[in-house]
Each structure stands twice: as C-alpha cells, then as structure tokens.
T-cell receptor, first 110, second 111 residues
Framework: DAKTTQPPSMDCAEGRAANLPCNHS???????VYWYRQIHSQGPQYIIH???NNETNEMASLIITEDRKSSTLILPHATLRDTAVYYC???????????FGGGTRLMVKP | AAGVIQSPRHLIKEKRETATLKCYPI?????VYWYQQGPGQDPQFLIS???????DKGSIPDRFSAQQFSDYHSELNMSSLELGDSALYFC??????????FGPGTRLTVT
C-alpha cells in the first residue's frame, strides 16, 4: 500500500470547517483513499473513502485531486466531539489490513 | 445498530501467563481483523480471518494465535505474556472487502 503523509497536528475553531490534508504521491490505480479517526483510546471509526471522485456522507466530504496524489477530508462544522486523531490510509479495495501511520491530531477549540 | 463486541474490556495478567481475548463481529460480517495498539502508538495489524480461514498475517508474535469459529466470532490467544504485550487490542469486522468497523477494544495490562 502507498505511503501517506499528514501534518502531525491541527487546530480548528468550533463551528468552522476542518480541512485535513493528506499526501499520497505514490498511490496506484487500484488503491482507494480511506479516512478513519480515533477518539482517545476508543476503537478507530470509519469516516469515508474514495477512489477518484469526490465523496460526501453524513460525517464528512472527501476531495481527491485529479492526479490522485493528495486528498482533503472536510468536516463541515467541527464540534468539540470531533477532537481526535485522523488517519488517511491508502489501500487496495480488495486489500486486507489497514496500515495506520502517524495521523493528524485535530484539536477543536471553543 | 449492532456493533463489534469485545470481551473482556479490561484484563490484568502476570508475566508468563496466558490470555484469551474474544471478538463478536457485527451480524452478517464475514471477516474479522485484530490490531494491537501500544501506549502512544498507532494501531498495528496482527491477523485477519475471512470465512473462518486465516486471510492475512501481520506482525503477530509466534506466542499469539487466533482463530475464527463457525459462528464467526474470533479469539486471540496470547501465551507467555511479556510486559511489552501491555496494549489495547482492537477487533474489527467487515463484509469483505468493505470498510472495517472496530470494537471498543480490550485493555491488557501485564504486570
């Protein structure tokens, strides 16, 4: 699976949009971009995934650049409960394991 | 909605003892994954099962073994426990190859 690079930490004001970037310049054609988050010591939580088109669900939006070398997770109206470590993971659709690396620690502040 | 169930939630063992962790996947999920998360670290994949057969193996010590039973629940058996085995152990389940849903974890403390 391709390697990802994320900023180690970010702050966001409550009620504002949180934009979390991820670089995955070595992504290959059959690899998807997945986002998970982990709120302190809880089990990781699936957020969203995509291949090349932008995706949106009730939790977030995922914007993938046309060359697929980077993506941005958008939480449209961050709340204090969104404070967590956010992991961007590149994985083949039929792949098995998730490889968690680094992640971005998002702190939502009042 | 039903979630992944893990038991026990907390476990304290002494060095060289044996521990068994249990995982009950979301109904109709056919794949189970085990991850280990040490203090201050990211989750690391240990092993997975699809339709009761081992499907992938990560950095799982030889002292650890796991299986998936006919009712799809899974057990992770850890023997000769070491202090370094103290960690959170997460189980996740999915309908292969869809997204994985994680349980609340078992916190294992080895003293």
């Amino acid at each position: 699976d391709a390697k990802t690079t994320q900023p180690p930490s970010m702050d966001c004001a409550e009620g504002r949009a949180a934009n979390l970037p991820c670089n995955h310049s070595t992504i290959s054609g059959n690899e998807y971009v997945y986002w998970y988050r982990q709120i302190h010591s809880q089990g990781p939580q699936y957020i969203i995934h995509g291949l090349k088109n932008n995706e949106t669900n009730e939790m977030a939006s995922l914007i993938i650049t046309e060359d697929r070398k980077s993506s941005t997770l958008i939480l449209p109206h961050a709340t204090l409960r969104d404070t967590a470590v956010y992991y961007c993971i590149v994985r083949a659709y039929a792949g098995n394991m998730l490889t968690f690396g680094g992640g971005t620690r998002l702190m939502v502040k009042p | 909605a039903a979630g992944v169930i893990q038991s026990p939630r907390h476990l304290i063992k002494e060095k060289r003892e044996t521990a068994t962790l249990k995982c009950y996947p979301i109904p109709r999920h056919d794949t189970v994954y085990w991850y280990q998360q040490g203090p201050g670290q990211d989750p690391q994949f240990l092993i997975s099962f699809y339709e009761k057969m081992q499907s992938d193996k990560g950095s799982i010590p030889d002292r650890f073994s796991a299986q998936q039973f006919s009712d799809y629940h899974s057990e992770l058996n850890m023997s000769s426990l070491e202090l370094g085995d103290s960690a959170l152990y997460f189980c996740a389940s999915s309908t292969y190859p869809e997204e994985q849903y994680f349980g609340p974890g078992t916190r294992l403390t080895v003293t």
